[in-house]
């Protein structure tokens, strides 16, 4: 539905944009200047449970990223609906040397895996973004620290930092959607509140105790919806 202030940044939005493969200027998640960039994607799904292969680690699953649903974004002219087409990272994640990690709230020093150490693997799905980190450390500060909030789920969110290398925006210019990303020395992101509020993530225990389907919803949290 085109509320108002959709429409309204829409109309300046086409007075001033050159041609529609233009990407936005200033884009972030939320109304205020320093908002970040990062698309956000709510949790549907929260998994925390014993990897199987190892007693002693933590398997998570989730989507940083849904595909072809849309999310509310803002760029200087005001809010638009931006979507992710599906297929749009494939060339970005069939890098040889891909490097992103698996972080909390977009801090990269609060890193829990990544993919250029075999400890986290992303592909593209029916739904989006997948994140796979297999065998976390429990000990480790931060994985300590996540993990308890996923299962209770009081954290059911994704994020992921990239860059836009290819888009257009709809005829009126109340839609942007991104064809193709580039996420290499980006990041997916355990957040308390995505952009896309379709995301989910997972952490969860052994295959041989698996977490409840309510768990397991709550961890797969990515920017999926």
């Known amino acids: 539905m085109t509320t108002p202030a959709l429409a309204a940044a829409a109309a300046e939005r086409s007075q001033h944009i050159r041609q529609r493969a233009d990407r936005p200027s200033q884009r972030r998640c939320a109304e205020q200047p320093t908002a970040r960039a990062a698309v956000r994607a709510t949790l549907s799904g929260v998994q925390v449970r014993a990897s199987g292969d190892d007693g002693g680690t933590l398997e998570f699953l989730g989507h940083a990223s849904v595909y072809e649903r849309g999310y509310e974004m803002w760029d200087m002219f005001g809010p638009y609906t931006e979507i992710v087409s599906e297929g749009a990272g494939a060339d970005s994640l069939a890098r040889a040397n891909l490097d992103v990690p698996l972080v909390l709230g977009h801090d990269q020093l609060r890193r829990l895996a990544r993919t250029s150490t075999g400890s986290l693997f992303l592909t593209e799905d029916a739904n989006g973004l997948h994140v796979h980190a297999p065998a976390l450390d429990p000990n480790d500060h931060d994985v300590a620290y996540i993990a308890p909030k996923l299962k209770a789920g009081l954290i059911d969110e994704m994020s992921f930092a990239f860059r836009i290398e290819s888009g257009q925006w709809s005829p009126d210019y109340t839609e942007y959607r991104i064809n193709r990303y580039d996420i290499h020395r980006g990041d997916v992101a355990i957040v308390g509140y995505g952009a896309n509020p379709a995301t989910t993530a997972t952490m969860r225990q052994p295959a041989a105790a ?14 999926a919806r």
């Open 210 to 223: 698996p977490a409840s389907s309510r768990a397991r919803a709550l961890l797969e949290l990515g920017i």
